[in-house]
């Protein structure tokens, strides 16, 4: 078992192969800043991620309000103008004369919604299946680690385009393979942490009085779990946005006429030589989506990134 | 030892079982293909006997254990659009094709992110750190697919100096490979840099420090010999988004390899070439990582008792 900082009621059990150590040479590990009121613990570098995603969420929330705003409106017209070059399209237009500026941000619309629904399902399955299979142990666990090893050998791009060959591609059909995937990460973190609550006093001590089980998982275990699902599923963000964005790219995502950055710039690259800035400005929006969310979650873990997929070396010293 | 080997050779073999039934499944969701195959004035008595020609008539635990009895004999189907063709000539023509790109790319990636690394730690540099790190970060924010266009752009498109598509030129290898390459960095970069570090605060450093061991031989022969093994782990783990990556890299960069094939395979509804693409696949996967375990067995004996 490893030291325990009982910080902020976060209880951080990590593996200790990835608890994140000082550079080789100076002995001492960097000071840490101290949480206080005023700052709420933000370093420089957290404000400077909230702001890229203050910019990306703010001007997908706020530009549909603006009267230029139009989606799907198409002027053949006035195809691939480039960004500027006509001040009723900010961004320029696609190869339909489509406005890239209002596309953008019902992109990032929909982009927000995919991202919540995807990480919430995810996290509730993970943390559901983790609890149980680290609390009770025994067949039960081994099944579930057995199933994370298939799934880890499966592209899920193949899986997905195997499927969206078979009932044509669609959003529902990507959130749904990304909700019923994507949880085998979740599972095993709370997994760890439910391993290791099961043998504290404060968890043992209600179940020597005859508490229920049930009333032990909710009250005793799954408080502690949920906190560090939370922290999980803050760092998953930009992880889920890169690889909705890839589907996206393929065609096996949100469908058209509906944008998403990806497609946005699977579509543009037939006239990449013409009109690069239509590739560009949907790739800038999923950067500062993608580096803002991964500057702010640092505020919650450091290294926690690569406490996602415990070391299978890990795994077995503690079975 | 082998008991250990046994047992991941088991393990191994359960999974690619597993694949196996995905990728059938996947292949008799979809239904029969005679509507693919057949033009569309087919009669029903040509689909039927197409059906019948193809098994899709049988119960469908008779037609896997058919599948399955032919795999065992090294029948893998023969292709449904070019008939008369085994479905693992077909995958067998591509892959060296992405492995060619992949071993280039991951190579790439492991010369950056070692050179980096043992650099940042040798020097123990904290500002090269960060440097490093930050890079790292930065690429890690950018999809491939984006990254992959930002070279054709500059590298291609805007200097001249590299084909774009394909892989007729020797050189076309390069910014696919860079895509894949420098994606991979981050993940390995952070790795080494969390192992390394994690050892270097260890007793054994410590005592080699005062023992008056200079700088180079406490990075090199103590302390990354030790900090290799769990990063050989996570790598062992990482091939499967890695092999994902490439299926995605080989569509950017039109790269004729195994996952171009593969996702042409399902537009086509090509079932038999689709699962046996899938099966190699998961078999690469499963072959690194029983490999990269055996190595870490050899290595480490305190694997073997896990």
């Not at chain 1, 991202?115 to 299946?129: E, Q, R, W």
């Not at chain 1, 039960?140 to 385009?161: F, G, S």
């Not at chain 1, 043998?199 to 009333?215: E, K, N, Y």
Request: overall charge positive; glycine content about 10%.
């Amino acid at each position: 078992m490893t030291a325990t900082q009982p910080l902020d009621g976060v209880d951080r059990e990590l593996d200790p192969a990835l608890v994140p150590a000082a550079p080789l040479d100076r002995g001492s590990r960097r000071p840490r800043r101290i949480a206080g009121p005023r700052s709420w613990g933000l370093g420089p570098w957290h404000w400077i991620g909230l702001a890229m995603l203050t910019v990306v969420v703010g001007y997908s929330l706020l530009y549909p309000l603006l009267p230029s705003y139009d989606p799907y409106g198409q002027d053949l017209g006035r195809i691939l103008l480039t960004p500027g070059a006509d001040p009723a399209h900010l961004f320029g237009t696609d190869s339909l004369g489509r406005d890239t500026a209002s596309r953008l941000a019902l992109a990032g619309r929909v982009t927000v919604g995919v991202v919540v629904v995807i990480i919430v399902v995810n996290a509730l399955i993970g943390m559901i299946v983790g609890t149980v299979a680290g609390y009770f142990g025994g067949r039960l666990d081994n099944a579930m680690m057995a199933l994370a090893d298939v799934k880890l050998a499966l592209p899920m791009i193949l899986v997905l385009t195997a499927l969206a060959a078979t009932f044509g591609p669609s959003i529902k059909l990507m959130v749904i393979v990304l909700a019923v995937t994507y949880w085998v990460g979740y599972a095993r973190v709370a997994r760890t942490s439910a391993t290791s609550l099961r043998q504290r006093d404060f968890v043992l001590a209600p179940a020597l009085q005859g508490a229920r089980t049930a009333r032990i998982l909710r009250v005793h275990v799954l408080p502690t779990v949920f906190s560090q699902m939370l922290i999980l599923a803050s760092t998953d963000v930009g992880a889920v946005i890169l690889l909705m964005s890839s589907f996206d790219y393929l065609g096996l995502g949100v469908q058209p006429p509906v944008p998403s950055w990806g497609s946005m710039i699977g579509e543009s690259q037939k006239y990449l030589r013409q009109n690069p800035a239509q590739a560009i400005v949907p790739g800038v929006a999923i950067f500062l989506a993608v580096a803002g969310m991964n500057l702010v979650s640092q505020r919650f873990t450091s290294e926690r990134a690569a406490a996602r997929r415990p070391s299978r070396r890990a795994r077995g010293r503690k079975e | 030892m082998t008991r250990f080997v046994g047992r991941r050779l088991l393990q191994a073999l359960v999974t690619i079982f597993a694949v196996v039934l995905i990728a059938f499944v996947f292949g008799r969701l979809a239904g029969s293909p005679a509507a693919q195959l057949l033009p569309e004035n087919a009669t029903q008595e040509q689909r039927d006997a197409l059906n019948a020609e193809l098994g899709f008539d049988r119960p469908v635990i008779v037609q896997f254990g058919d599948y399955l009895g032919g795999l065992l004999r090294g029948d893998f189907q023969n292709s449904y659009r070019e008939t008369g063709t085994s479905s693992m000539a077909l995958v067998a023509e591509r892959l060296p094709v992405s492995l060619h790109l992949g071993l280039v790319g991951l190579a790439f990636a492991l010369v950056l992110a070692f050179g980096a690394v043992l650099i940042v730690q040798y020097t123990g540099s904290r500002i090269l750190r960060s440097t490093v790190l930050s890079v790292g970060s930065v690429r890690a924010s950018i999809p491939d697919f984006f990254f992959g266009l930002l070279l054709v752009l500059t590298l291609s498109v805007h200097l001249g100096w590299l084909p774009s598509l394909g892989n007729s030129a020797p050189l076309s290898v390069l910014m696919p490979a860079l895509t894949i390459g420098t994606g991979q960095f981050v993940v390995y970069t952070r790795l080494l840099d969390n192992s390394m570090s994690l050892e270097g605060a260890s007793d054994y450093v410590r005592t080699a420090r005062a023992r008056g061991e200079g700088r180079a031989f406490i990075v090199f022969r103590e302390v990354l010999p030790n900090a290799i093994l769990p990063v050989l782990t996570l790598a062992g783990i990482n091939l499967g988004a890695f092999l994902g990556g490439l299926v995605l890299i080989e569509n950017v960069f039109a790269w004729p390899g195994l996952g171009q094939l593969i996702v042409g395979s399902v537009y086509a509804r090509d079932f038999p070439v689709v699962q046996s693409g899938m099966i190699v696949v998961a078999a690469l996967f499963v072959a690194a990582n029983l490999l990269v375990d055996l190595v870490q067995g050899v290595l480490d004996p305190r694997v073997r008792l896990a």
